[in-house]
């Protein structure tokens, strides 16, 4: 048995590609999918199935466009939710065979009802399982959230969720490794481990999820926060009816400057600009959107509507295929085109740029006392409430687009953020909104907190 991890950057969304025998299964693929079929060849393996292990909030599945290119193939999905497409509609204790695997289904509600987990053993070595497959169930060091399927339902699905944790998962042997749905960085868990890979013995030992009673587990994940971005729906709805294929849409056309301006005039078109913040800062294409590469695969789907079109502003051509393919992972299909040399073409055709001011933290505070500016925080929520500068308005990146029509354009702001990157990206998207005083502390709260300035705690 041969198990490889693909990491999905941005939204670290983990799927997997097991071979045996000549016979392959992917869980969870992601609609870019060539580096599926690269593994297939390495392997010399026949992909036979696709499993999922649920109905995904933060990504649209690639189920299809791999059976698109593998007819044979089969995919299967839990029998708790009607997917409108798919061949294999999977009910708890169901088994499989893969090569030498016997691949066993475990139904896991909780995170959903229709959560599935994969548990593999290897018979050409022996009949125990060695390893699992838990999707958004079971991370590192962490669990899945339980409020997404409605809200109202909380408390009833993070009951669901522990039995499950307790009566499927956790009887497994120690020595069985588990594979998660996802790494460290995605908005499905609030503190997953920086590995990807964990054993069963290991999360009973030191996952803090896993030590408490049923009651404590419910009111621990009623009172989490976590973001919850409106682009959740959108893939809910496409991974349930079965997303395009990306197969059938053109390639991103090459643009000359005269063709890339003129795509400028039209309000539905958006330039994403995917440089590094600070390259950003520096100048950038008037009314771009500022996305780096680093971190698009997460803002796209938070700040990114889906009926507009796409053109990029790379940073180099090679970015392209990475760039296109964060847009997708998050049902952002209509990509129309990309700059010629990106943003050197643009200034060698003597086109203007825009930049935005930046701030020290000893010049940000001095602002803010003299009432002379106002932060803008985009952080989410739940970092919000932890510690924030006094009189700061809060918009967080998930819903800029909407907080913002409470300020007056005229306002002179500063975007606040960790780091600066995140509020880089609100900055550009309140200078496309037509604010014209946006300016950015590029050492974010970071500095504030390095330079001993005071912070208050916001109540929820």
């Known amino acids: 048995m041969r198990i490889t991890t693909v990491r999905s950057e941005g939204l670290a969304v983990l799927s997997y590609f097991v071979s045996s025998e000549g016979e392959a299964m992917i869980i969870d693929p992601r609609r870019d999918a060539d580096i599926y079929f690269n593994i297939a060849k390495q392997d010399k393996a026949e992909i036979r199935y696709v499993f999922e292990t649920h109905r995904n909030e933060d990504y649209v599945i690639g189920s299809c466009d791999v059976k698109h290119r593998v007819p044979s193939s089969q995919i299967g999905h839990s029998d708790a939710t009607r997917f409108k497409y798919g061949d294999l509609q999977i009910g708890d204790g169901d088994v499989f065979t893969v090569g030498k695997i016997r691949v066993t ?21 022996g009949f125990d399982p060695v390893a699992v497959f838990t999707g958004d169930t079971l991370f590192v060091g962490e669990v899945g959230r339980t409020d997404l399927v409605d809200i109202k339902k909380h408390e009833q699905m993070s009951r669901k969720l522990y039995h499950s944790l307790h009566d499927k998962v956790l009887p497994l042997k120690d020595g069985v490794m588990v594979y998660p749905g996802h790494g460290a960085g995605s908005v499905c868990g609030a503190a997953i481990g920086e590995r990807d890979l964990t054993t069963i013995g290991y999360e009973r030992a030191y996952n803090p999820w896993l030590s408490i009673g049923e009651d404590e587990f419910v009111e621990r994940k009623i009172n989490q926060r976590l973001t919850r971005a409106p682009y959740f729906k959108r893939c809910e709805h ?16 090459e643009m000359n400057v005269d063709d890339f301006e003129q795509a400028m005039q039209d309000d539905k078109n958006v330039i994403l600009d995917t440089r590094s913040a600070s390259e950003f800062v520096k100048g950038h294409i008037p009314h ?10 997460l803002f796209a789907g938070w700040v990114l509507e889906d009926d507009k079109d796409f053109f990029f502003a790379l940073g180099a051509k090679a970015d392209l295929r990475d760039a296109r393919g964060m847009l997708l992972r998050v049902g952002l299909d209509s990509i129309v085109g990309y700059l010629t040399e990106g943003i050197k073409s643009w200034l060698e055709a003597g ?5 935005f001011k930046t701030y020290s933290a000893q010049e940000l505070r001095t602002q803010v006392d003299r009432d002379l500016l106002k932060i803008l925080d985009v952080r989410q929520p739940h970092e919000t409430e932890k510690e924030l500068i006094e009189g700061s308005l809060l918009a967080p990146l ?23 990157v995140r509020a880089t990206t609100g900055a550009s998207i309140l ?15 970071r500095g504030w907190k390095r330079a001993g300035y005071p912070l208050q705690t916001r109540r929820a």
């Open 398 to 420: 998930t819903s800029i687009a909407e907080d913002i029509e409470m300020v007056d354009p005229q306002t002179h702001i500063a975007t606040m953020c960790p780091f600066g």
């Open 238 to 253: 496409l991974n349930t009816i079965g997303p395009p294929i990306v197969a059938d849409f053109p390639s991103p056309l």
């Open 288 to 297: 771009s959107i500022s996305l780096p590469l680093s971190h698009m695969g």
């Open 105 to 125: 289904c475990l139904n896991t509600s909780g995170h959903t009802d229709d959560s599935m987990c994969y548990l593999l053993s290897d018979e050409s070595v």
């Open 351 to 355: 086109r203007s740029v825009k930049s």
């Open 431 to 445: 200078a496309k909104a037509g604010f014209q005083n946006v300016g950015i502390p590029l050492d974010g709260l």
